[in-house]
């Protein structure tokens, strides 16, 4: 006869910080208020419930960035979930502040792969066995450096390298932990869904993986991917929706007996406000508004910025910003830090900042002709509009045209206001600190090359005050409407 136990479990992942209820074709939706009435109201229907959080806490609302997390550690206290495993964006205020941060929350952090390199000691736990209905169920927190680019700004520390390594830890911990008599084990990772289907074709059965609850790639799922028999879930991104797994597990066999999943819409038709939490959030949220309502610019009309991986209108605006404040040949503005899909047409420092919430310096290098084709052409290889990679893709700022074809992986012509940019010509080129420190990761180009064109150089150190002041100083503004990457093949 079996032995079954019914499990619950919740999920989320990369919330960056969408804490507030948004008003969408009048009905209302997500907001970490309604989110966390929804997991309190799971915890009083069912008996045995855990909430997980797959990476990705931080960065992208105002509120996160003023108080450089502090203010999402409140709130994450609050809406109190069981296990939090760390994502890219956990470490975009620094290891140190990091570690801090982790002090200041009353739930557990888990990171199986950061360490310091001078004697392998792990940052943060490496795992987390919860004890819930008489079940022992073990986490294990994975990341790996292609996500984690941001620690090569941080000389001391390591990661795991790739997915085999990581796989190989998985193993380790499970293997460590076989007398504890587990009955579950659980996969929270920030690596991508595309990554998590690698990881889980390593898996060896013998480990007793059971689940994969994933981050980063911001995945809307109709149904788990299953790949060697281990179920692997995300929940999209931000709180419009949360994961809901109800598991039978059988613990004579340590397995999952049956399981459905589903993704429970935010809103209040499920989700009842909780109110202690919502009184903070509109505390930091009006704090915010007298801070940062004030009027920078009006464009013309409403401008969008609906995918990461092509020209926008709204990415065009801010490429055109940097290169006209920092006399720039070209300015590479990374898709990826614009982070709402629209703006306009009357833009506030608030509207500004959360569509660019990242406050970097920015340094310009000089590339040739024949090195910038180069950077491009991998930019614009078949991976960038697969759907399923997490490549780099940049916005191009006014008078450059590159027309390339899809067909050859050829650039076919690269200008600058109509002129053909010759292979040794040099190029004075403008780019956030995080990509020029990832140049090799996003455009397949060193750093050491680049610095035998000269030596790269620090030309702003916060983005932000270049953008308040050029917005500031143009009052009326519209969107070029010159096509600047032209497709050969669908022309």
Not at 326 to 331: P, R, S, T
Not at 424 to 448: C, W, Y
């Amino acid at each position: 006869m079996k032995h079954l136990k019914k499990l619950t479990l919740l999920h989320s992942n990369d919330l960056h910080g969408d804490f507030l209820v948004e008003k969408i074709n009048d009905k209302l939706i997500g907001g970490v208020s309604m989110l966390s009435g929804y997991v309190n109201k799971v915890r009083r229907e069912e008996e045995n419930v855990i909430y997980a959080v797959a990476g990705d806490m931080f960065q992208g609302s105002l509120i996160d960035s003023e108080y450089r997390g502090i203010s999402t550690i409140e709130i994450m206290n609050l809406l109190a979930p069981d296990v939090v495993t760390i994502g890219n964006h956990e470490v975009d205020y620094g290891l140190a502040h990091l570690l801090f941060l982790e002090k200041c929350a009353n739930f557990p952090i888990i990171n199986a792969n950061l360490y310091l390199k001078s004697n392998g000691k792990r940052l943060f736990n490496s795992h987390k066995i919860l004890h819930i209905g008489g079940m022992k169920v073990l986490f294990i927190g994975i990341l790996t450096e292609e996500v984690l680019q941001k620690t090569k700004l941080e000389k001391l520390i390591g990661t795991l390298v790739d997915v085999k390594a990581a796989a190989d830890e998985v193993g380790r911990i499970c293997d460590s932990y076989q007398t504890e008599d587990i009955d579950f084990t659980v996969l929270l990772t920030h690596i991508g869904i595309e990554a998590d289907k690698e990881l889980a074709s390593m898996l060896d059965p013998r480990w007793g993986v059971d689940l994969i609850i994933g981050g980063h790639s911001h995945t809307l799922l109709e149904k788990p991917v299953e790949i060697n028999g281990i179920p692997i879930v995300q929940a999209a991104s931000g709180t419009d929706q949360v994961g809901r797994f109800d598991i039978m597990v059988d613990t004579d066999l340590n397995t999952i007996d049956s399981y459905t999943w589903q993704l429970i819409p935010v809103n209040p038709e499920n989700c009842p406000e909780d109110e202690a939490l919502k009184e903070v959030i509109e505390k930091y949220h009006t704090i915010m508004e007298s801070k940062y309502n004030r009027i920078l610019t009006r464009f013309a009309e409403r401008y969008t910025h609906p995918s990461r991986h092509q020209e926008t209108q709204v990415g065009k605006i801010f490429a055109d910003a940097f290169k006209e404040s920092l006399g720039l040949d070209i300015m590479l503005e990374a898709s990826g830090s614009l982070r709402n899909s629209y703006l306009g047409p009357v833009m506030t420092l608030k509207d500004m900042q959360e569509m660019h919430p990242f406050d970097e310096e920015i340094y310009r290098y000089k590339v040739t002709g024949r090195q910038f084709r180069r950077m491009m052409e991998y930019m614009l290889r078949d991976e960038a509009f697969d759907g399923l990679s997490h490549t780099e893709f940049y916005q191009f700022s006014e008078g450059m045209r590159i027309i390339y074809s899809k067909k050859q992986k050829k650039i076919l012509s690269f200008t600058l206001y109509d002129r053909e940019v010759g292979d040794d010509e040099m190029l004075r080129v403008g780019m956030h600190q995080f990509h020029f420190k990832n140049l090799q990761t996003g455009l397949n180009i060193s750093e050491a090359e680049i610095t035998r064109n000269g030596m790269p150089k620090v030309i702003a150190t916060q983005s932000h005050s270049v953008l308040e002041e050029y917005f500031t100083a143009h009052p009326q503004l519209s969107a070029p409407e010159e096509t600047r990457l032209v497709f050969a093949d669908e022309l």
